[in-house]
Nanobody, 119 residues
């Protein structure tokens, strides 16, 4: 069974940086995309970005493009979300998810980690 565990959330001032980690287990992930989503207070869950586990190719949502970077550590089955130039509107619960690359449904989700950006 696939298990995803996020860590690294916390409180940061606007303009600061934070790095989230997602430790993945329970499968070989070579056929997967790993994604990051967030849910801001009172808002629907929003796509942040994704990375193809094998190729490392990334894709980002417009609201974070140029500020956030996704990477992965193949040896440790971990995906990272580096968040720079944080804004108060980035405050959200951040979730890690994964899916088989050619499928549209994100099948597995972590429990989420809170990120709070103060102004």
């Amino acid at each position: 069974q696939v298990r995803l565990v996020e860590s690294g959330g916390g409180l940061v001032q606007a303009g600061g940086s934070l790095r989230l980690s997602c430790a993945a287990s329970g499968s070989t992930f070579s056929r997967y995309d790993m994604g990051w989503f967030r849910q801001r207070p009172g808002k629907e869950r929003e796509f942040v970005g994704r990375i193809n586990w094998s190729s490392g190719v990334t894709y980002y949502g417009d609201s974070v493009k140029g500020r956030f970077t996704i990477s992965r550590d193949l040896a440790n089955n971990t995906v990272f979300l580096q968040m720079n130039s944080l804004k108060p509107e980035d405050t959200a619960v951040y979730y890690c998810a994964c899916k088989i690359t050619y499928r549209s449904t994100w099948a597995y989700w972590g429990q989420g980690t809170q990120v709070t950006v103060s102004s």
